[in-house]
């Protein structure tokens, strides 16, 4: 994670850090999470929903459900390229729209109060408890039971996070989007687990420890919770995370996957691969299939452009450097095969950086 939006929307972004003294911890709640991030402050309700937007970086449209309320409307929240979280404090019902073009799955937690939330036909109602989470492309709605007190966090996960850290756990990417069950109950042993990860973000972000404004140990803390998440709550893809880690993968293909990495600059062919894995083209295509649920080249493609997206947000390089320093010879296909995979054009996420 590199930049944030910072307290101050009109100030130039910030390091995920505040310098924030501790609060006391509290068992079932976050205690006043990201004090010193305050975005908006109003009882103009459309100051909050312009906020909320803007924290979430576009990937958001929002609108009243039953008009506009009075009341005190408040968020703070910190924001990076892949990820985002907000403290909501509003009695406003709200519909949450995704917008077109950006893969994100969001994560409502509740901190006091409760809200009665909807996710197409789907119903629950979200407090300390119990969690709600939306995929790509869902709407959904939030209405707090209780208008006073009624406080909750939000979380935007970048779909390309969730897809990295199902890879880590079953050595393969995902075959189709992953889409979680609605509600999320924090009261097992692995709910619980994704609340205190989320706890520990948020302590990291008010804490002034300069340890934590390192962005290795943030990107770590991030990637334990959607790995949480990915165990914790069942989804579409859950069926091959159930029985663990799988076996290591044969010598041909571990020669192959190696190679692969080794030349991943370099045009690569079947052929090569297949060559490097001292086996035919067919029987390095069957397993690749059985092992990783894809091609050979379909691998390298997508291993090609993780790296490009990754080159993209850490560097201020333009994307056609970037996409020839990784062995892209056609920028239209490229670029193609870019929103294919992610949802949004090259162009679009060198915008967020």
Known sequence: MAETLTPDSGRPP????STAADTPREVNAVPEPLRTYLISKSRNPVDLLNAATLLFGGSIATSPLDGLCSGDHELRGVAAHDFAVGYFASPL????????????????????????AARGSLRATLDKSTAGVVNPGDSQELRP???RGTRFLGLRIDAALIDQEFSALTGHPPLSPIRFDFALDLATSTG?????????????LDSGDPLFQRPDVQRSQLRSIVTALLLAQPHSHTAELRDGPPPGHPRAVRAALAFIEANLTEH?????????AHCSPRTISSAFRNRLGVSPLSYVRNLRLDRIREDILA???PVGTIAYRWGV?????FASAYRDRFAELPSDTAARR
Do not use: C, K, M
């Not at 519909?95 to 009665?116: D, K, P, Q, T």
């Open 268 to 276: 690569i062919s079947l052929g090569d691969i297949a060559r490097a």
């Open 315 to 317: 560097s201020t390089d």
């Open 14 to 17: 910030q390091p995920l850090h």
């Open 93 to 116: 019902d709200v519909r949450v729209a995704s917008a077109e073009g950006r893969r994100s799955y969001f994560v409502n937690i509740g901190v006091s109060g409760a809200i009665s």
């Open 145 to 147: 039971v209780h208008a």
């Open 192 to 204: 619980r687990a994704v609340r205190l990860l989320v706890r520990s973000l948020l302590e990291q």
């Open 329 to 333: 010879s056609h920028l239209g296909r």
